[in-house]
């Protein structure tokens, strides 16, 4: 049982690359969700997946784009990278089960810089 | 716009003494409130939650205490020990949005010897 699994868990890209961040849970939770963490700013929400199939934006959007084919994974698109996301990235799972919450388990995050 | 808000920034307490963090919300469709603990290179971890029909939840060394009407709550930590130095955050539920989690912006804590 490995939780929740991110790679890479570095990366360096120039401006305007594209690249992928993946995350996969083998815990079965309906609920996915993606963060970027920066200094003073906390973890903001980027995009959020309630199940296969379903997915919305959160506070910070823009730049990125999601999609959910399983219920496993949830990987997170950067279209055009740009310095500004330049951040940690945490991906997190928990259920959400006739509105039962559980805790999120987060990932070990990835480290992407842009330069 | 923070919608959870939380203070200090960072903190620093020595061994055997009391850490305490504030947080703040507007939002009345916030309806669960739980802590995270982060240690560096680590993702964060669930340390203990509280739900707004309860005033107060112990566990251990760790102590939520909430005020409703206020709209505040606030971690306490006991007898701080220089392992629980880690970056603290507070966060709330959205009950309106699948339970979406917002978090605060988090507090650095430095138990000292």
């Known amino acids: 049982n490995a939780g929740v699994t991110q790679t890479p868990k570095f990366q360096v890209l120039k401006t305007g690359q594209s690249m992928t961040l993946q995350c996969a849970q083998d815990?079965?939770?309906?609920?996915m969700s993606w963060y970027r963490q920066d200094p003073g700013m906390g973890l903001r929400l980027i995009h959020y997946s309630v199940g296969a199939g379903i997915t919305d934006q959160g506070e910070v959007p823009n730049g990125y784009n999601v999609s959910r084919s399983t219920t496993e994974d949830f990987p997170l698109r950067l279209l055009s990278a740009a310095p500004s996301q330049t951040s940690v990235y945490f991906c997190?799972?928990?259920?959400?089960?006739?509105?039962?919450?559980?805790?999120?388990?987060f990932g070990q995050g990835t480290r992407l810089t842009v330069v | 716009q923070q919608q959870v808000k939380q203070s200090p920034q960072s903190l620093i307490v020595q061994k055997g003494g009391i850490s305490i963090i504030n947080c703040a919300y507007e939002?009345?469709?916030?309806?669960?409130f739980p802590w995270y603990q982060q240690f560096p290179g680590k993702g964060p971890a669930l340390l203990i939650a509280i739900r707004p029909d309860v005033s107060e939840k112990k566990e251990g060394r760790f102590t939520i205490s909430f005020n409703k009407s206020a709209k505040q709550f606030s971690l306490h930590i006991m007898d701080s020990q220089p392992g629980d130095s880690a970056t603290y955050f507070c966060a709330a539920n959205d009950k309106t949005s699948y339970d979406k989690v917002i978090f605060g912006p988090g507090t650095s804590l430095s138990v000292i010897p």
């Open positions: 939002n009345t469709a916030f309806d669960y």
């Open positions: 815990m079965n939770h309906e609920y």
């Open positions: 997190a799972s928990s259920r959400n089960r006739d509105r039962v919450r559980t805790e999120a388990f």
